[in-house]
Every structure is written in C-alpha cells, then in structure tokens.
T-cell receptor
Framework: NAGVMQNPRHLVRRRGQEARLRCSPM?????VYWYRQLPEEGLKFMVY????????ESGMPKERFSAEFPKEGPSILRIQQVVRGDSAAYFC????????????FGSGTRLTVV | AQSVTQLGSHVSVSEGALVLLRCNYS??????LFWYVQYPNQGLQLLLK??????LVKGINGFEAEFKKSETSFHLTKPSAHMSDAAEYFC????????????FGSGTKLNVKP
C-alpha cells in the first residue's frame, strides 16, 4: 500500500523557468493538499483539492502558481516564471473524505531556483 | 484563521529526561489537534491526534498529549527521551470551518544529548 508519492524529490530551475511538482495520493484518498515549507519555518497551507475541484486556494500566491487534480493522474502544482523566493520544500498530503482523519504526507519536493 | 504557537524553536534534553513541547492555538471552537514529527529531508509523520473523547491522547513512540480547552493548549510529552527522538515536531490545528484544512506551528527542534 504505497503512501503519498511526490516527484521529483529535488528540482533545480533557473529563474524564469517553469516548475511542475507531482503528487499521487494514497489509495482511497480523494483529498489532496499542498503546503510550502520555507527554511526555518513551519508549513504554510497553499491549496486543497478534490478530484477536478479546487476546494480552497486561499494560500496560493495570486500570480504564477496554479494547482490541479484531474480525474485521472496525479495532482500537479505548477509554478510559472520561478524566482529565487520560490525556493522551498513543497509537501503534498492526502486524506480520506472523513474529517479529522489527519494527513498522510509525501516526502516533499525540494525546489531550488538558481 | 487559526494561529498556532509553539513556544521554543529549539529544545534540548538529556537522554532519559522528560520531553515537553508546547503548543497553544487560538480558537473558541474546539478543533481537531495533531502532532507531527519530521526527520531530516523527510515528510511529516503523524504522531497522534485529538478529535473527540478522552483529552489525553497516546501516540506512537511513547508520546502523548493532553487537550486542555480552558488553556487552548495541546502540549506533547514523553516521560523518557531517546536519542532517536531527535527531530522537528509540528503542532497542527484544524480550521474551525473546514476540519480538513490545517494550520501548522513553526516547529520545535528537539535535540537529545547523550
């Protein structure tokens, strides 16, 4: 029973390029969440998705960031025209529909913008 | 939005000593409460959670936490620290309107001295 799978584990992008981060939730989990962790800081909520629906994107920067969770395939967090300040660890988590279940986290994608 | 405060970004204890990591949250609505542990370059692993019922919650690796509504606290304890407990610990609280959305504290790094 595979856990939450994130890839790539490490991603290096030059300023101005696009970054695509992928997340496959645990089997049976229909809810996906993306969090960002900056150095020496806690996790900041970005977006909460269900299949083909964005439930809450209140933590997403207004520009350059987008997320999707299509009917088939993994959830994608897309960052266009990356800047140095986007360098961080991006964690995906999933949960079943039942509230209060807690999350299962992936191992994260560490994005470095050079 | 909730705010979560973890007092002490770094805590150092001797092996065999009591571990106490503090977490306070802001909410008049009893939320769901969680503690996660993060080892270097890994994702977060659920230690324990409080949803309803008994306010003293036992988790993995000998950790436990007590929900005190009057103090809006959910402190994490372990009677006797082990070297393998050295990691970063995050307290998380659910959103009052959406129990699947979490707010995380900034984390406490636990160092265990031999």
């Amino acid at each position: 029973n595979a856990g939450v799978m994130q890839n790539p584990r490490h991603l290096v992008r030059r300023r101005g390029q696009e970054a695509r981060l992928r997340c496959s939730p645990m089997k049976g989990h229909s809810h996906v969440y993306w969090y960002r962790q900056l150095p020496e800081e806690g996790l900041k909520f970005m977006v909460y998705l269900q299949k083909e629906n964005i439930i809450d994107e209140s933590g997403m920067p207004k520009e350059r960031f987008s997320a999707e969770f299509p009917k088939e395939g993994p959830s994608i967090l897309r960052i266009q025209q990356v800047v140095r300040g986007d360098s961080a660890a991006y964690f995906c988590a999933s949960s079943p529909p039942r509230q209060g279940s807690g999350y299962t986290f992936g191992s994260g994608t560490r994005l470095t913008v050079v | 939005a909730q705010s979560v405060t973890q007092l002490g970004s770094h805590v150092s204890v001797s092996e065999g000593a009591l571990v106490l990591l503090r977490c306070n949250y802001s909410s008049s609505v009893p939320p769901y409460l969680f503690w996660y542990v993060q080892y270097p370059n890994q994702g977060l692993q659920l230690l324990l959670k409080y949803t309803t019922g008994a306010t003293l919650v036992k988790g993995i690796n000998g950790f436990e936490a007590e929900f005190k509504k009057s103090e809006t606290s959910f402190h994490l304890t372990k009677p006797s620290a082990h070297m393998s407990d050295a990691a970063e610990y995050f307290c998380a609280v659910s959103d009052a309107n959406n129990f699947n959305k979490f707010y995380f504290g900034s984390g406490t790094k636990l160092n265990v001295k031999p």
